[in-house]
């Protein structure tokens, strides 16, 4: 999975990252060589001490995690080159108002990177980790992020990497904010 991100994403350098739902901080990780700031969110504090260790051990000074809410991002707008919800929507009960809010963190140009499972019928995963969704169609996703002004560039379909199911598909969008920065302008217009 992680070899599609990085493919998909490229290995051109960009200005800044946004890890929403961070984690133990792995795509701050995975993206170190190619952004300059990063920015991990996650909501439990457990999980930010741990992502805090591994970037110290990794010598990771340039980006930096802190606890927030995806539904409520108290980050500057249009501020994030790249943003990526990596295997965290499916914990959501209603993702629309999360994706909505990342896509208000784009800066013009951006592009928002969303990994989770394709439909599955798993229902264990609801009792024992707490999955409140059982997967997303590729409509579902898309549907997100056009109706909030992205172009979805790509999505790819991956066989999971999961010993214990092997008939769990993980989906990647790519959704890209279409406005194009002016040079020496602030203010940004639609391509
Ligand atoms: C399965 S982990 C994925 C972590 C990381 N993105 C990765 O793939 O390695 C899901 C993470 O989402 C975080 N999370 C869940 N709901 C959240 C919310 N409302 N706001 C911020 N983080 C949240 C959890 O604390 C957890 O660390």
Redesign the pocket.
Known sequence: MEAELCKLVGNQPFDSLL??????G??LELFKDQYRKGLG????RD?LTIARDKLDQSGITHASVRQ????NLALERESYDLIVI???LH??HDPAPAINEACKMLAPGGRLVIIDFAPHELEYMRSDFAHARLGFSHESVSGWMTANGLDVEKISDLSSDNSQDKTLTVSIWLGKDPRILMAGDNSASIA
Request: glycine share 14%; proline share 0%; no cysteine.
């Open positions: 890890d929403l739902g961070t984690g133990t792995r795509i969110i996650d909501a439990s999980m927030g809410d995806i539904f990596h295997q965290v914990f959501l």
